[in-house]
């Protein structure tokens, strides 16, 4: 359904990526730097079953056009639970319980199960950013006030997007996420020496911990991976999932693995462990995307428990291959207890809120900026501890990228 918004401006709303051309959505996030925001990858999300209305991820995807062509467009979902967000406003749900304020659905603006910065609004850049964004939360303002939605929340934003978003009266909220970032390295070598002696020692220790049960890290990317890995990465995953119980996250379904070969393989890359006695099926494997100088870390599993392996796959041989394409920034996903002892510091993010029930935001808007001071002392705290030699400990500027 369209409707005119101002001369030569019209909006539509959609609960299917599909139904918005490819080519269309595609030339505005083409040019970002993340690739979460991509149509092949969204859509798989829909098509497969794992971002659906029947999962509590039924999405409402906002779009602007200028007569037929696509200028503006907001992957967004309506909400019936806060999983699969990794930005934990269950507390908000309780509060909004207790006064009598129904918190679901809520309006959500992210890549479905996605903890990764970058989302934003895709805008196309021959038109004004600020203009069309005011549009766009214009538009988003008069949904949420008609269906009676009590909170819009934009989750890991695009560091660029956030002053604009703010400048339209929302409240941003403090996270962190750990980070490796390319400090000019040149080899793996370069990687470690930027930690202190006892640190350098225990990662070797744990790679030759790998090496000395006979097995091989290859990474795989492209027309290079065998279609057969696609559906045993789905088993992985699920495996790992499985073990954690309620906090594992399983939200993809094997559908979702199989369709990446045929349409989004030009992003991937698995890092394979095989063993000396099977180089056709790996015993384990850590699943990136990449775009760019950009990767990012997803999922891993094994079949077999094997010390050190997890470090190896998800960090190690990841960020060796990273050094050798050029990576300068490895978000390796949700979790910082194992990262920040192997080089990755806690970074900043922020999410945006706004709070169309007025109690709400009297309570909450006030609750959130004394959280943000809390939050950027913690990430000081964790960025002071890391095992890095005293030459190369992140600065205070590197701390708040």
């Known amino acids: 359904m369209f409707e005119q918004v101002k001369p030569s401006y019209s909006v539509a709303w959609t609960n299917k990526i599909a139904e918005v051309p490819q080519a269309a959505w595609d030339a505005l996030a083409m040019p970002l730097k993340t690739p979460f925001l991509e149509w092949e990858w969204l859509n798989n999300l829909e098509v497969s079953g794992s971002a659906t209305g029947r999962n509590g991820w039924l999405p409402n995807h906002l779009t602007i056009w200028r007569n037929k062509t696509l200028i503006g467009a907001a992957a967004l979902y309506l909400k019936g639970h806060s999983q699969g967000e990794f930005v934990f406003d269950h507390q908000w749900a309780d509060l909004a319980q207790r006064i009598g304020v129904e918190y679901y659905p809520k309006l959500l603006g992210m890549t479905p199960f996605t903890p990764a910065e970058g989302y934003r609004f895709l805008i196309d850049r021959g038109e004004d950013e600020e203009e069309i964004t005011a549009i766009m939360l214009h538009e ?105 119980g309620w906090w594992g996250s399983k939200y993809l379904t094997k559908r979702f693995f199989e369709s990446l070969h045929a349409h989004y393989r030009h992003r991937v890359l698995f890092m394979a462990a095989y063993s000396e006695q099977n180089d056709r099926v790996p015993v384990g494997m850590s699943f990136c995307l990449y775009k760019d100088d950009r990767m990012y870390g997803r999922y891993w599993g094994s079949s077999q428990e094997i010390d050190s392996l997890h470090f190896d796959a998800c960090y190690y041989s990841p960020i060796e291959w990273g ?28 999410s945006l809120h706004r709070f169309y029930n007025a109690r709400l935001q009297q309570i909450l808007r006030p609750y959130i900026s004394e959280v943000n001071q809390l939050e950027q002392r913690e990430i000081d705290a964790i960025n002071a501890e890391l095992p890095f030699s005293q030459k190369n400990s992140p600065g205070e500027s590197e701390q708040k990228v």
């Not at 030759?208 to 290859?218: D, Y």
């Not at 996903?333 to 510091?345: L, Q, W, Y």
Request: net charge positive; with cysteine; charged share 25%.
């Open 140 to 244: 988003i303002d008069k949904y949420c006030t008609k269906h009676r939605i009590a909170t819009c929340n934009f989750l890991y934003v695009d560091p660029e997007w956030q002053p604009i978003v703010e400048r339209q009266g929302f409240t941003p909220w403090l996270h962190h996420s750990f980070i490796w970032q390319n400090l000019g390295f040149n080899t793996f070598d370069d990687y470690l020496g930027v930690f202190n002696a006892n640190q350098r020692r225990n990662i070797k220790r744990e790679r030759k911990s790998v090496e000395k049960v006979g097995l091989r890290l290859q990474p795989l990317t492209g027309d290079d991976i065998p279609k057969s890995l696609f559906p045993l990465m789905y088993e992985f995953y699920a495996d790992t999932c499985d073990k954690f």
């Open 323 to 350: 050094i050798s394409q050029g990576i300068q920034l490895f978000d390796p996903g949700a979790g910082g207890r194992h990262k920040k002892r192997r080089g990755f510091p806690a970074m900043p993010n922020y």
